[in-house]
């Protein structure tokens, strides 16, 4: 059973940097795609990040191109996603989802999920 833990959420000021961690379990990571998701209050889930664990290749959404970078340390299972330049915009819930094969920006496509971890931005 594939398990995802996020954690390194928290308060920060406007332009502050945060860094999430999403720890895996149970499974081969070696062809994965690994995506970081994002809920404001009210609103629908959004994509904002992923990376193919095969080919180490990321994916950002235009909203975080430039602030955040998604990245992986294979040894450990896990996946990082290091947010800088955080604005009152980026507060939310953070979610890391996983399945297996290709990257996708639509969260039907990964079945495992982790709990979340939320992020908050003050001005």
């Known amino acids: 059973q594939v398990q995802l833990v996020e954690s390194g959420g928290g308060s920060v000021q406007a332009g502050g940097s945060l860094r999430l961690s999403c720890a895996a379990s149970?499974?081969?990571?070696?062809?994965?795609?690994v995506g970081w998701f994002r809920q404001h209050p009210g609103k629908a889930r959004e994509w904002v990040a992923s990376?193919?664990?095969?080919?180490?290749?990321?994916y950002y959404a235009d909203s975080v191109k430039g602030r955040f970078t998604i990245s992986q340390d294979i040894a450990k299972n896990t996946v990082y996603l290091q947010m800088n330049s955080l604005n009152p915009e980026d507060t939310a819930m953070y979610y890391c989802?996983?399945?297996?094969?290709?990257?996708?920006?639509?969260?039907?496509?990964?079945?495992?999920w982790g709990q979340g971890t939320q992020v908050t931005v003050s001005s």
């Open positions: 989802a996983t399945d297996r094969g290709y990257c996708y920006t639509v969260e039907e496509k990964y079945t495992y």
């Open positions: 149970g499974y081969d990571n070696s062809r994965y795609c």
């Open positions: 990376i193919y664990t095969a080919l180490r290749d990321t």
